[in-house]
């Protein structure tokens, strides 16, 4: 089996899988439909369902396709100059697994902290992980930006931006 | 010829003509930063009108307005974070332009277009406003339905190699814009005792996790370009021939704009999708779009800007607001004691028509100060990666928490992202799905509200000209995409309509 028909069938499976779980869990429970409803165009549960049939439809039909016929070849993608300085998969993978890792950390200190502080903290992470070196760069870019961005939401805006425990 | 005169007289002042300017500027500075929504900075500037002369205060909004507009194409264009859902469909090219080192071509298409399409849209406020108003009342909930319906076609159009996958990406789109409360009976959808998703997903944190954040995550897995390394070039501006080019694209998108503008309730969005669909169809080069063509990047800012003057036909002819931002424009007028409608035309001639000069005037600064944004603002295109990308991020949490004040909205934004790049990794297009998000709930109320006054009927979905016009239209433009999918299946070769995307 091929990559990418491994990819389709991995996405045909996927969402066949999201869209049965939508009409036999998400929908029954989160939706709430009024016990009597005129026209049952009108429930509204009655476009989700509608939805996720098509969903599961067409993760079927993808299936089917993948499987059964010969796939066209795609074009291939667009030059990229930076192609040359890809990871291998399993490193890249980890490496973005790691990112999304601390970005949702980051997002779950901005409650307690603010956006600025934890910003400050971040930036030069982030900017180190991807390769930048030079430390002045960093440290004025860390310190700047975050403030910067908070005087101009704050005081140009008029929006507050949270400081959390050091406003 | 008096009235002109003395409209002339009001109009020409030091005050009117700084205002124009100022408002356009503040407007594409606000437009370009993640966050900023055009609504937000003409609200912004509502107090500053209070003690201002009706014609400059409503001037400055107006500016800011127009600049609002054209402001998104910058971020959109460089660095895939698209400010408004309109903006959206600007990055489907120019950020693929702007990768190939194209950036200035893509900036200035999406200018030159934004500006013949406000002047244009200028020109049908002033000579059409009454006949465009009659029209937009003539569109009721079915005439809507049958009009989105038309539009998602484009779905096929923008999906790629695979119609199924583009459906499914699609589907995704439409049920997310499902969460909320439902509109006619008030009960929960997909909120699960999370009672800040009551007002749906706010479409800019899904937008921006769409677009950006993907890039960023995907950047991960890449090793750091060595230092010194530029990300890529500016390149050349566009030339006349590329503006001869997209020109069709340009006055086809307008006159959407305009139409679409013209009914209330309907927006950018829309327009510039259809504007964009349109163009693909019709283009010599449909299998260029999504993957850097300007005339995309052309289209989409036409059918977007071409609303602008639009909008406010509504509002002047009827007293109608047609979105957020007219409201806006709507309470300017009524704080200076004015109402608009029928008889605001017929008992302040003058001051209509010293707004209107103003908005034509608007039009010129619009191409004189977004000549100067591109200059400063394109130079973001040669930050290396590993600087602007955590620049961009930080500038994506400020937008996303900005829109709504909610720092849940950071944590949607994230979430889209990791979808967003799960997307990406299993080649699943993300155009079909951002198409669905922005026009589902449009498409679902108005289904709704068709067979709440059809009371169940379904004829009512052809109940007049208009709505069978865009049935006929809708069919035709699946024929011909289904027709090309068949032959491309057959023939073993990709067809020019199947590969977009």
Known sequence: ?167 | MDVILQALSLFLSVENILVIGIGVLIGTIIGAIPGMTTPMGVALALPFTFSMAPVTGILLLLGVYKGGLYGGSLSAILIKTPGTPAAACTVLDGYPLAQKGEARRALDIALYSSCIADFISNLALILFAGFLAAFALSFGPPEFFTLIVFSLTIIAGVSGPSLLKGIISACLGLMLATVGLDLIYGTPRFLFDEWQLMGGLSFIPVLIGLFALPEIIHRATRRPMPPGARRQNLGKGASLADLKRVLRSVFRGSIFGVILGAIPGIGGAPAAFLSYSEARRNSKNPENFGKGEIEGVAAAEAGNNGVAGATMIPLLALGIPGDVITAVILGAFMIHGLRPGPILFEQNQVMIYALFMGIMLSSLYLLGIGKLAIRFFSHLATVPNRILYPIVFVLCVFGAYAVNNTLFDVQVMLCMGVVGYMMLRLEVPVAPFLIAFVLGPLLEDNFRQSILIGDGDSTIFVRGPITIIFWCLTLMSLFVLIRARITAARTGRQSVLTSGG
Request: overall charge negative; cysteine-free.
């Open chain 1, 1 to 167: 089996m091929s990559g990418e028909t491994l990819r389709d069938v991995l996405v045909a499976a996927l969402f066949g899988i999201l869209a049965l779980a939508a009409l036999l869990f998400l929908i029954p429970t989160g939706v709430q439909a009024p016990s009597t409803v005129e026209q049952a165009a009108l429930s509204p549960d009655f476009w989700p369902k509608v939805i996720a049939w098509t969903t599961l439809v067409a993760a079927g039909l993808l299936l089917v396709e993948t499987l059964g016929a010969a796939r066209m070849s795609a074009p291939g993608p667009t030059e990229d100059p930076e192609t040359s300085y890809d990871h291998s998969f399993v490193v890249g993978l980890l490496r973005a697994l790691a990112l999304i890792v601390v970005l949702f950390i980051y997002s779950m200190t901005l409650e307690r902290y603010g956006i600025v502080v934890p910003s400050i903290v971040l930036l030069p992470l982030i900017m180190l992980f991807f390769g930048e070196r030079n430390p002045l760069t960093i440290g004025v870019l860390s310190l700047v930006l975050p403030l910067a961005l908070y005087g101009f939401f704050r005081h140009a805006a008029g929006i507050s931006i949270p400081l959390g425990v050091f406003g």
